[in-house]
């Protein structure tokens, strides 16, 4: 019972990675002006930087993998924000 609750206290100290993929996920549905994918790159950034940071304190690591993931489709975001931007005004 104990290391539940350790583990849903461990969770609740990363909450920018989880900010950070929402934000991506919405950046692939919806994307003005890039702020989402910008927002989701920022957030997601600092929430690995936090999970390294943990991990650093002894505890185990917490939301890497969704910082990284974050990360990933709000790059991906991004770039199809550019070429849809392109596609348009070209």
Do not use: C, W
């Not at 909450?15 to 994918?37: D, E, F, K, R, W």
């Not at 924000?81 to 348009?88: E, K, L, P, S």
């Amino acid at each position: 019972m104990k290391r539940i609750e350790k583990d849903r206290q461990l969770r609740r100290n990363n909450p920018m990675a989880y900010t950070g993929i929402v934000l991506a996920l919405v950046s692939l549905i919806y994307n003005p002006l890039a702020l989402p994918s910008i927002l989701g790159v920022i957030f997601s950034s600092i929430g690995l930087s936090k999970s390294f940071t943990l991990e650093g304190l002894g505890y185990r690591v917490a939301g890497r993998g969704i910082a990284i993931a974050g990360l990933i489709l709000a790059i991906l975001g991004l770039v199809l924000f550019v070429y849809y931007f392109f596609d348009v005004f070209s």
